[in-house]
């Protein structure tokens, strides 16, 4: 008892000195930022900025990057930017991120260069704030990405953000973007959704030949590394048999474990199990509540299936207004099978007026997405002059697409005209 008393006691005292030394460590660093010390400044910035060695205080983080930052420290002048463009401790302002973001780069900063490159890649509009009024920064891709090569070939992680950019025009840039990814996942630490990136990539053939196994390896080191999203498509891989062993039980395991990380495929994943009883209890509700899970990040796929969900009257009360509401979100946000069910909507009349014009308008873009039912209900529409000036060469061409990719209905269609073959 006695031993372990002053066991204690010197603890308590060797916690007491620690303390001591952190305040005047604090103290002595809050003084030197105070008389200008922009080094001292910006430590204090991020000290408040992560809740460093003092409370966490964004505003209080900001005001002390600007202060190193207008004092020339050039990783101030960074991290004030990302907190302008993030509204971090300020309010939200693309332009003043730019103008901190170049006066880093006027020090040859690559991140803010970067940072920077990143915004020249989408623009922004006029901006008018508390901050003042600044003009808009016209987007420029093909300069965007000549800056981002420049500084790829300077440190292994601007190959990734130029892998990202990349990568929204992968028909036109795949074979740079595949190249770009192999020297970056050649790095040590590879950021782990540039190993996914790569792996779809070599999954799907992008910029050359399809790499199913270096594909699953590159998903298993992203998994491995704490990607949920490649966790659930490795679940995908294991589950159907695409390049591996099938292993259900593997598979479910994956599932669930990004599902409990709030990943959206995953959860998607799981209501359709749920919804057809495969692997696990059939059971409309759960499945229900786990695409309404999904669809809170805004996944267009979580979207639709609530959307259907609701249509149907599956695992909750049956809604053609909430249907259609959840349909055209998802469409907006991209899913072409949406878009096919939001145009059936329209021509329906289910959940909103019937508008054979904005029926047809969806079906297009189901069609130029790949969709082969938006081709098919995209070529009766010619061929009916529903919504659309009728065009019968055009709607039987349509047909006869979506016939040779397989659609059942089309070729039944084509087979029942006999002009049509």
Request: net charge positive; hydrophobic share 40%; proline share 3%.
């Amino acid at each position: 008892m006695r031993t372990a008393l002053v066991k204690c006691f010197a603890g308590a005292v060797f916690l007491s000195l620690f303390a001591v030394t952190a305040a005047d460590d604090a103290e002595r660093l809050y003084g030197l930022a105070r008389q200008g010390d922009s080094v001292a400044q910006f430590t204090l910035g991020n000290e408040y900025f992560f809740g460093r060695n003092r409370q966490r205080n964004p505003v209080l983080a900001v005001y002390w990057f600007r202060k190193a930052a207008d004092g020339g420290n050039r990783q101030a002048q960074y991290n004030l930017g990302r907190c302008y463009e993030r509204g971090w401790g300020c309010q939200r302002s693309l332009a003043m991120a730019v103008k901190y973001y170049r006066m880093a780069m006027e020090q040859d900063l690559t991140a803010a260069t970067l940072s920077y490159a990143e915004l020249l890649y989408a623009g922004f509009d006029a901006e008018k704030n508390v901050y003042g009024e600044f003009p808009a920064l016209k987007a420029d891709k093909e300069q965007a990405l000549t800056i981002m090569r420049r500084e790829a070939a300077k440190f292994p992680y601007g190959k990734f953000i130029l892998a990202k950019y990349l990568f929204r025009d992968a028909p036109r840039h795949g074979k740079e973007l595949r190249k770009t990814l192999a020297a970056y996942v050649a790095s040590p630490q590879p950021h782990p959704e540039a190993l996914l990136l790569y792996a779809s990539c070599l999954r799907t053939g992008i910029g050359g030949d399809v790499d199913t196994p270096l594909g699953i390896t590159m998903l298993k080191r992203a998994a491995q590394a704490g990607n949920m999203e490649a966790l659930a498509q490795l679940a995908e891989v294991l589950d159907m048999g695409l390049g591996l062993p099938p292993d259900s039980k593997k598979a479910l395991e994956y599932t669930r474990r990004a599902a409990r990380a709030g990943n959206p495929r995953a959860l998607v994943n799981l209501g359709n199990a749920h919804l057809a009883g495969v692997n696990v209890e059939y059971d409309l509700a759960q499945a229900f509540e786990y695409f309404e899970r999904a669809a809170g990040s805004g996944y267009p796929p979580a979207l639709r299936k609530v959307g259907d969900c609701c249509f149907y009257g599956m695992g909750t009360e049956k809604d053609l207004f909430k249907a259609f509401d959840n349909y055209r979100a998802a469409a907006v946000g991209g899913d072409d099978e949406a878009r096919c069910l939001l145009g059936m909507c329209y021509a329906n009349g289910h959940g909103v007026k019937r508008d054979d014009a904005a029926a047809f308008f969806w079906f297009s873009q189901a069609a130029k997405g790949g969709s082969v039912k938006g081709m098919r209900k995209m070529g009766i529409a010619l061929l009916d002059g529903r919504g659309v000036r009728q065009d019968k060469a055009r709607g039987l061409e349509l047909l006869r697409r979506a016939a040779a990719a397989g659609d059942s209905a089309a070729r039944h269609l084509l087979l029942s005209d006999p002009d049509a073959r």
